[in-house]
């Protein structure tokens, strides 16, 4: 399971030099998705970020909603996020698996699954939607993101870089291709194709929206109600 590689080899330290080594391209690709969930906050909204790894992503959300709250698997990460949001207000972090959230229904305006985590946490996506829109108040939006198809190279280049650190394993390159990323210790990176998105939240009878964000991004916007 990815999850256990994340918590066992991709967490805390080594998973932020992930993101520091990231190229210019990479960089943009990854402000922009933040951005576009920023752009669903208000202040006074109630805000949970799926997969929060250490505290990336839910800084800045925490400095816009009116409550922040990041959920993983990896303690190590969450240890780290504790320094990262040092500061910021009103932000909260919990042990746990996004597929089962002991929160309650209906407690958050936005829920954000973004960075590929649908793809990337290797669990039952329907099963992490569902989860997900089952904390979302009705009226407010869940959001799962995914890379989008024109973004390949640069993902792939970025890693190669990952794997030339040694913070994932070498690229298996007979195996690497239409969009799947497989790393030699079993790491492995796909994506989620628009019509995917669509047959997974068919039968949820709310409004669905796939929008691609600065030809890098998938974001797969549920409106619940």
């Keep these: 399971m990815m999850a256990g590689y994340y918590a066992r080899k991709l967490s805390g330290e080594r998973l932020r030099q992930c993101y520091e080594i990231a190229s210019p391209r990479v960089r943009r690709y990854l402000e922009a998705e ?44 969450l240890l780290l996020a504790r320094e990262v949001l040092a500061g910021a ?4 972090l919990a042990l746990m698996d996004a597929v089962e959230l002991g929160l309650p229904d209906g407690a ?10 649908i793809e990337a946490f290797r669990v039952d996506q329907k099963t992490l939607i569902r989860e997900a829109v089952r904390v979302t108040r009705p009226g407010g939006r ?17 890693f190669r870089a990952q794997a030339a650190a040694g913070l994932v394993g070498a690229i298996d390159e007979e195996a690497t291709g239409d969009g799947v990323i497989v790393c030699k210790d ?3 990176s796909g994506t989620v194709s628009p019509e ?22 998938l974001f797969c916007e549920i409106r619940v109600g």
């Design 108 to 117: 958050f305006d936005l829920v954000a699954c973004v960075q590929n985590g």
């Design 34 to 77: 933040i951005d576009f969930v920023l752009g669903m906050v208000g202040p006074r909204s109630q805000v949970l970020e799926l997969g929060c790894g250490y505290g990336r992503v839910l800084r800045a959300l925490a400095g816009k909603a009116g409550r922040a709250v990041g959920v993983d698997t990896a303690y190590e990460s």
């Design 89 to 92: 207000r009103r932000w909260y």
């Design 186 to 188: 079993g790491f492995r």
């Design 196 to 217: 995917a998105f669509l047959s997974l939240t068919a039968d949820l009878g709310m409004a669905v929206t796939v929008t691609e964000v600065e030809v890098s991004s």
């Design 142 to 158: 869940a959001l799962s993101s995914t890379y989008s198809q024109r973004f390949w190279d640069a993902r792939l280049e970025w």
